[in-house]
Nanobody, 127 residues
Framework: FQLQASGGGLVQSGGSLRLSCVGSGFTFDGSAVGWFRQAPGKEREGISC????????YYTDSVKGRFTISRDNADSTVYLQMSNLEPEDTAVYYC?????????????????????WGQGTLVTVSS
């Protein structure tokens, strides 16, 4: 099982970035996938998750209206389009997948013992 996250970088406040998470080795469209982030000195938090079929999405309040999650199951990829970025969005962003948890639960609790994490990608937003 593998998740490969990419797309992080340095961007100015108000700018945009798109993160990608590519999955392999598991039934991708049968798994909820989510994006989490961990800022320096803070706990990891779930910010956006999407159901296996893509019809159900979840966003934490701090990113609603600015971030959009989507998935392309044909390419085994989940995207996070981030717009109007703020310095407070600076963090390492991780994706995770779980074949058991629904999207909201994945974001609220992280992956279950059947799920797994990808590696992180750093997003830095300068003021």
């Amino acid at each position: 099982f593998q998740l490969q996250a990419s797309g992080g970088g340095l961007v100015q406040s108000g700018g945009s970035l798109r993160l990608s998470c590519v999955g392999s080795g598991f039934t991708f469209d049968g798994s909820a996938v989510g994006w989490f982030r961990q800022a320096p000195g803070k706990e990891r938090e779930g910010i956006s998750c999407i159901s296996g079929g893509g019809s159900v999405t979840y966003y934490t309040d701090s990113v609603k209206g600015r971030f959009t999650i989507s998935r392309d199951n044909a390419d085994s990829t989940v995207y996070l389009q981030m717009s109007n970025l703020e310095p407070e969005d600076t963090a390492v962003y991780y994706c995770a997948a779980d074949p058991q948890r629904i999207s909201s639960l994945l974001c609220e609790r992280g992956p279950s013992n059947l799920g797994f994490w990808g590696q992180g990608t750093l997003v830095t937003v300068s003021s």
